[in-house]
């Protein structure tokens, strides 16, 4: 126990000052933290074909979600990759109002009896059997102008939806500002003019190919999303921001990455 107790701490001094390096990079190198915004950690589990998929899901929808929601951690989005490498895949979204929750989230789930309980099967899997193959995770800071996750009115409606989630990553920090301040000086609104529902915008703290920033947006139907990107990449307003001198004079963003999932019938996004 002391030796937890010593590991959570050090974590939680580490995530302080990580904080403070958010707090001076935030969005562009003058912005200020505002309180309020999230923290978002994305979680990608790597499976094989077969019955891991099924335990996988059923630790999400019993165990790691009732023990999320208990501690004020909500609303967590889970997702099955439809398109994209490396399938089967299932993402996971983890939103938190401090960096302190984020960090002490796996020591209070080890010592959630119901949690240890419900997920017995994945947390205990043979190393024969694992119930995933691997998992990668990124830290991102909400972007300043949209402090928080949205849910799209498909999801309270609990209709139909698919979601597109975005990785952009730029030359350098310069570079990555530059794109976070594009967002900000009017793609948001290009993009609610044009008919998307954005779920969240992230600037990645930690994580792979960095500087990155991540973002997802939510759609009807995958027919949906082919027309509204034909109507943003057509509009008038997103034809005169791309072609602004201070986001044109050289590609600030080298590498685009996107992924089209489908939401598991228990997430909460």
Known sequence: MRRRRFLVSTLVAAGV????QANLRADTPNSDHEPGRQYYELR????????ETGIVHNFFKNAFIPA???????PIGVFDQMLGPRNPTVYVLIPCSSLEALVRLEAHLRSDREYLKAGHDFLNAPAGAPAYERMESSLMLAFRGRPRIQLPPMTAAHRPRVFELRAYESPSDRDHWRKIEM????????????????VFYGDTLIGQRLPQLTY???FGSL????????????APAWQKLSH????????????????????APYSQI
């Open 223 to 234: 027919s949906e999303r082919n027309r509204l990107w034909r109507a943003f990449d057509t």
């Open 44 to 51: 990608r589990y790597h499976l094989r074909a077969g019955p």
């Open 244 to 263: 602004e001198e201070r986001f044109a004079f050289e590609p600030i963003v080298t590498n685009v990455t996107n992924f089209i999932l489908s939401p």
């Open 183 to 198: 967002f900000h000086s009017g793609e948001f609104d290009i993009f609610r003019a044009s008919g998307f529902w954005p």
């Open 68 to 74: 999320a929601n208990r501690l004020g951690i909500r």
């Open 216 to 218: 997802m947006l939510a």
């Open 17 to 20: 000052t990580l904080a403070d």
